[in-house]
């Protein structure tokens, strides 16, 4: 189980969904461009030291995370509000890798073609959508769970 974001724009939630990636020890993929100054110290600064410790792979665009996607075979599930599957309906495999999309954007329609799965969280009605930390963290955890991918 892996975890991408697209184009993230909020240092804090990058930093949180890394310490998420760290904690469960599945790597994290961040595809640039990102919507703030990315180094180090920024990621240590959003994340404090659990995210330096988190497997980190930068991609410079979209193109560069799809071809490596389609280089290792892992299949794309897309986290998204236009989801055509709820969360607890869809079938994780162990090889996913969970894509989120830009805090004030989403995803664009090429990344919508792209992936291999469209999947919802289910919420009240009424609700656009959860923050991009806390939608990474019940996705994973549902992900793990149906997968016995928690740590030991």
Known sequence: MEIALFQPDIAGNVGTTLRTAACFGVPAHIIEPCGFP???GAL???GMDYAVRAIVRRHA???SFHGWSAETGQRLVLLTTAGAMPLPDFVFTRDD???LGAESSGVPPY???AVAARVAIPMQPGFRSLNV???AGIALAEALRQTKGFPA
């Open 38 to 40: 990315f180094s180090d």
């Open 44 to 46: 240590k600064r959003a």
């Open 61 to 63: 665009d979209w193109s």
């Open 97 to 99: 890798v969970l894509l």
């Open 111 to 113: 990344v919508h073609d």
């Open 133 to 135: 930390a806390v939608a």
